[in-house]
């Protein structure tokens, strides 16, 4: 099956898509992209090319990104938080030809040094001009499951941005798997707050409801009293979020604004314990953590909803294998840290134009990812941290995770994040950041005598640093890059 071929999936009658003042049957989502492909054709877009998606989460995304996609074009999904700067180099990195926007791009003086851009920028007259004029269909395309469908740009937070090639193939075997790790079904709502440029919302919610003909609920951004009011309104039965969504939920949702709900998911970055005991206190219901990157479409793994281990990523979704290896690619043994390599037909061709990277990456058909984990037991997955963000104090592992689980701990602090910094005697110490509840202060002394009675001397903070605000990227990942720019300064 091919991405587009998802839009098919569900009766004709049934409404596909939710928005605040609109909705769309699967009917009309069809007759949607069917204008947009004839459009987007007589624009030019051909088979390969790549072309670029700015938009907000609305149904034009959708029908924008399926009619790429069955016009055999690559799909850029462009990140709606980017600076024109970091839009150039995308659009210039990717080779793009044409822009969907739902806004005039300020891009002047963003390409080589004050030339504009040469791709040509479609702003949102798209409706308008499918109202206004028929354009004829284009001739038959064909596409095979192998072919690329979409670049998604990591994040950026360390060096410049890649691009991870999707296939038709990568996508759909994806939303497959997840499909039958979430038990998805035709009568459930899967709300989308989650930027749809991600893919975390593209595969775990737009493609996932749409392979079982389901209903998605579309939300612009999250807006937390807003978000939990629209999950009752609107009888969502699925709700996918990152951890500082489910603080929200926590302190601000009742327990009947989400009865309705059978399923929370989170993703994107660890779930602190904190947080779960207190939204499960609340809500009296469990939020299920899984586990995916880009690279791998990206769901890698999930915990089985009949026995979810909290703290856990959970097992292999079906089609996927994971191993943990040491630096030598050997397996550790059950209990041990290593790094996570995953291989399945989810995982992605290779970054686009670095075949230098994708090669380290991709080794004997394993994805390396990079993260620190280990595997208990009973074969369920933890993520200890990112590779690149472990502390070494001392020649002593410091994994910034264990040391964040119990910062949030204390009362007063309502998000915290962990860095290592350079030290001359020890290498390096941990540097904690810490966000306060509201009318809370900060008392450091009190502070470091709650970290000493669960951590051992070398993992304690050097300094503790109180901030107004993490800095976040715009699936709510806290961006360790940027502690550490401020570090610097």
Request: glycine residues 6%; charged residues 25%.
């Amino acid at each position: 099956m091919l991405v587009h071929q998802l839009i098919f999936q569900g009766a004709g009658d049934k409404i596909a898509l939710y928005e605040k003042n609109s909705r769309h049957s699967y009917a009309e989502m069809q007759q949607k992209v069917a204008q947009y492909r004839s459009y987007l054709y007589a624009q030019g877009v051909r088979q390969h090319d790549n072309v670029a998606l700015f938009a907000k989460n609305s149904s034009e995304f959708v029908f924008s990104y399926m009619a790429i996609a069955s016009l055999g074009g690559v799909v850029v999904p462009l990140n709606t938080m980017f600076t024109p700067r970091e839009i150039a180099f995308i659009l210039k990195d990717a080779r793009v030809k044409l822009v969907v926007s739902d806004k005039d791009l300020q891009l002047a003086g963003q390409y080589d040094e004050g030339s504009p851009l040469p791709v040509q920028v479609l702003i949102p007259k798209i409706n308008e001009d499918i109202d206004r004029t028929s354009f004829p269909g284009p001739p038959a395309i064909s596409i095979e499951e192998s072919d690329p469908c979409v670049i998604l740009y990591t994040s950026g937070t360390t060096g410049r941005p890649k691009g991870a090639l999707l296939s038709h193939r990568n996508l759909v075997s994806n939303a497959r798997s997840f499909s039958a790790a979430v038990e998805a079904r035709p009568d459930d709502n899967f709300q989308v707050v989650l930027p749809m440029f991600h893919s975390y919302a593209w595969t775990c919610n737009v493609t996932t409801a749409l392979y079982h003909g389901a209903s998605i609920t579309v939300v612009e951004s999250f807006q937390p009293k807003d978000t939990i009011a629209n999950i009752k309104a609107q009888n969502v039965t699925v709700v996918s979020g990152v951890p500082a969504m489910y603080n929200f939920y926590a302190n601000l949702a009742s327990p009947e604004d989400l009865a309705g709900v059978r399923l929370f998911t989170c993703g994107g970055a660890s779930l602190p314990m904190e947080i779960i005991k207190k939204f499960h206190a609340k809500t009296k219901k469990h939020v299920v953590e899984g586990y995916g990157l880009s690279e791998a479409s990206p769901a890698v793994c999930f915990n089985p909803l009949s026995a979810t281990k909290p703290g856990s990523i959970g097992v292999p979704i079906p089609d996927s294998e994971v191993k943990i290896v040491d630096d030598n690619g050997d397996e550790k043994a059950t209990g041990e840290i290593g790094e996570l390599i995953t291989r399945g037909p989810n995982v992605m061709i290779g970054y686009y134009g670095l075949p230098e990277e994708s090669a380290a990456a991709l080794k004997d058909g394993w994805l390396h990812t990079g993260d620190l984990a280990y595997k208990d037991e009973e074969g369920y997955y933890f993520i200890v941290d990112r590779k690149k963000d472990m502390v070494i104090v001392s020649g002593l592992n410091v994994y910034p995770r264990e040391v964040e689980e119990v910062l949030y701990r204390y009362p007063a602090v309502k998000e915290a994040a962990v860095i290592g910094v350079p030290d001359k005697s020890r290498g390096e110490v941990v540097r904690a950041y810490v966000v306060l509840k509201e009318e809370m202060k900060l008392n450091k002394k009190d502070l470091m005598a709650f970290l000493k009675k669960d951590l051992a001397q070398f993992k304690l903070p050097r300094e503790i640093v109180e901030l107004d605000a993490l800095p976040k990227n715009s699936t709510g990942k806290i961006l360790k890059n940027e502690l550490r720019k401020i570090t610097d300064k």
